[in-house]
């Protein structure tokens, strides 16, 4: 009657194991992964990338490079976690910028969000 109760064990060790595997993997190691084949593990580096503050010199350039992407989900994700930064991505405000005119609504919408954390005073309406 509840069988799928068996299952839930199993399910919680795939949920912790898929949650938490991008986060126990060096800077290096997620930048390297910008370059996988396979769009799912390009978007878990993208946004594991964004939490990593303190590594902000290796990390802006390397989401300024996933900019341009193929998949739009990835360049979304890259000018998102690029806003994280702060006054810290200064240097990605120029790419930001030809982000805005992305041919994907959502990752224009992400630049200029960004763009807004970057360098409120060039945000659009500013």
Do not use: N
């Not at 190691?29 to 303190?54: C, H, N």
């Not at 300024?64 to 990605?92: C, N, P, Q, V, Y």
């Amino acid at each position: 009657m509840f069988r799928w109760q068996r299952f839930v064990p199993g399910i919680a060790l795939l949920l912790v194991v898929f949650i938490g595997g991008c986060g126990k993997e060096s800077t290096g190691q997620l930048i390297e992964k910008l370059k996988a084949p396979d769009s799912l593990t390009r978007l878990k580096a993208v946004r594991t990338l964004a939490e990593r503050k303190e590594d902000a010199a290796e990390v802006v350039p390397a989401l300024m490079e996933a900019l341009k992407d193929e998949d739009a989900a990835i360049r979304r994700g890259a000018a998102l976690g690029l806003g994280t930064f702060g006054a810290e991505a200064h240097s990605a405000v120029p790419a930001l910028r030809i982000a805005q005119s992305d041919r994907e609504p959502s990752v224009r919408k992400a630049a200029v969000s960004a763009l807004s954390y970057i360098a409120p005073t060039s945000a659009p309406g500013k």
